[in-house]
């Protein structure tokens, strides 16, 4: 079956730095966009960053770009994300998405697959 499994995850402080991966099985990975998208307590769902299959194009919400970067091993079925200069407006749930598509986009509901999450903290 379809498993997005998302690790990485922390307690981080602000400045710092980690790497998601989300590891995905079950569909032929290379022919799906991936995306990164992140939920904060008392907040809707927001759209983080996506590359497209081939990872020539790649999106990012203007609240992180310059500071994460997402990338992708089709060998390793692997998304990555990136993320330096940690801030604590950065705390969220971390969610990889799989979307069936050539280009990533910014909307969850053209994403088909989900991963469970990985929690981000930023605080001192």
């Known amino acids: 079956q379809v498993q997005l499994v998302e690790s990485g995850g922390g307690l981080v402080q602000p400045g710092g730095s980690l790497r998601l991966s989300c590891a995905a099985s079950g569909f032929t990975f290379s022919m799906y966009a991936m995306g990164w998208f992140r939920k904060a307590p008392g907040k809707e769902r927001e759209f983080v960053s996506a590359?497209?299959?081939?990872?020539?194009?790649?999106y990012y919400a203007d609240s992180v770009k310059g500071r994460f970067t997402i990338s992708r091993d089709n060998a390793k079925n692997t998304v990555y994300l990136q993320m330096n200069s940690l801030k604590p407006e950065d705390t969220a749930v971390y969610y990889c998405?799989?979307?069936?598509?050539?280009?990533?986009?910014?909307?969850?509901?053209?994403?088909?697959?989900w991963g469970q999450g990985t929690q981000v903290t930023v605080s001192s």
């Open positions: 590359v497209g299959r081939s990872s020539v194009n790649t």
């Open positions: 998405a799989a979307r069936p598509a050539l280009y990533g986009g910014q909307l969850a509901k053209d994403y088909s697959y």
